[in-house]
């Protein structure tokens, strides 16, 4: 059998676990993949994807911050999931064309059902306005959430995502007091990646409310603690990475991962932090 490329493509890169669960996943079902992790930068990107899609060794990629928006533009074909967020975190290579996916939706979906948390009805909070936080918003209004709120530090960007949906936005200095009454908040900026939090010292939850960063490492990161600190109940990024590998895997070799494999990546990937 002719040895297929996959890769997850981003700048930064080097931090991902993506290498590591298509390796656990391809040992696991006997599968001859070659993964690798791909650093591009943003004026690179456009040029390296136009190589990738001409060369027939590539299954797919795995794209990440910060390119998601830039390769739901660049593809032939769009699939419905990548439209509405208009961000693209799978892309299939075929026959020299180029389809892009979103999987970030539903395997943040997926991940807080493993949870028990449950969106529908919920008030909900998305910081950021980047490719992942559009995949959430996107999510939440199809599981059903009475109000999705988007805040980010660049307000404009913010209004852009949330018009896409109908949403009020705003900035993050507003942040406290929209949070303080929210059911669900979701942090999916990338203040993480630099050791921060996007909430100022001190930020209050509702108690009980589910507190979700997408970032997984540190186990808990500086949102999560503040979360916890305040009586919520914080969730790591680690299961919506795991599921929505799960779902790009299912793309790419037609094959869907049962949820026992599921886990067994995740919990792969735990002991790796
Ligand atoms: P992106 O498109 O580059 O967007 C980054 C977002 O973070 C923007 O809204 C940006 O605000 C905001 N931001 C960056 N630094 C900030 C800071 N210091 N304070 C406040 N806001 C800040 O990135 P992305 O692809 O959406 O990824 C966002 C995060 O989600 C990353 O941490 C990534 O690792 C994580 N993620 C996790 C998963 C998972 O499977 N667990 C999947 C996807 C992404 P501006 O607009 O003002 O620049």
């Known amino acids: 059998m002719r040895q297929l490329k996959a890769a ?49 060794v590539w299954v797919g990629w795995n794209v990440t911050l910060p390119h998601k928006e830039l390769a739901a533009q660049l593809s032939d074909e769009l699939d419905a999931s990548a439209e509405q967020p208009g961000a693209a975190n799978v892309l299939l290579f075929r026959d020299g064309r180029a389809i892009g996916y979103n999987t970030d939706a539903q395997g943040f979906l ?21 490719g992942a936080a559009a995949g959430v918003v996107a999510a939440l209004r199809r599981s059903g959430a009475a109000d999705v709120m988007v805040l980010n530090r660049t307000p404009e960007r913010a209004a852009s995502l949330a018009k896409r949906f109908g949403l009020a936005y705003g900035g993050l200095e507003g942040a406290a007091g929209v949070i303080a009454g929210a059911d669900l908040v979701v942090n ?43 009586g919520a109940r914080p969730l790591g990024g680690l299961g919506m990475l795991v599921r929505q590998g799960a779902a790009a895997w299912k793309l790419f070799f037609g094959d869907a991962l049962g949820e026992p494999e599921i886990r067994a990546g995740e919990a792969h990937l735990e002991g790796l932090l």
């Open 110 to 130: 997926d991940s807080l059902t493993a949870a028990g948390c449950e969106p529908f009805g919920t008030r909900c909070v998305v910081l950021g306005a980047g």
């Open 188 to 230: 999916a900026t990338a203040a993480g990646l630099g050791g921060g939090s996007p909430l100022p010292d001190g930020a209050r939850f509702r108690e009980g409310a589910w507190a979700v960063d997408l970032l997984y490492r540190p186990q808990e990161t500086p949102f999560m603690a503040q979360a916890r600190a305040a």
């Open 8 to 56: 997850v493509v981003g700048d930064p890169v080097a931090h991902s676990l993506s290498p590591r669960l298509f390796a656990f996943w391809s040992k696991a079902r006997g599968r001859d993949l070659e993964y690798e992790a791909l650093k591009v930068t943003h004026a690179a990107f456009r040029e390296t994807f136009t190589y990738a899609r001409s060369e027939s």
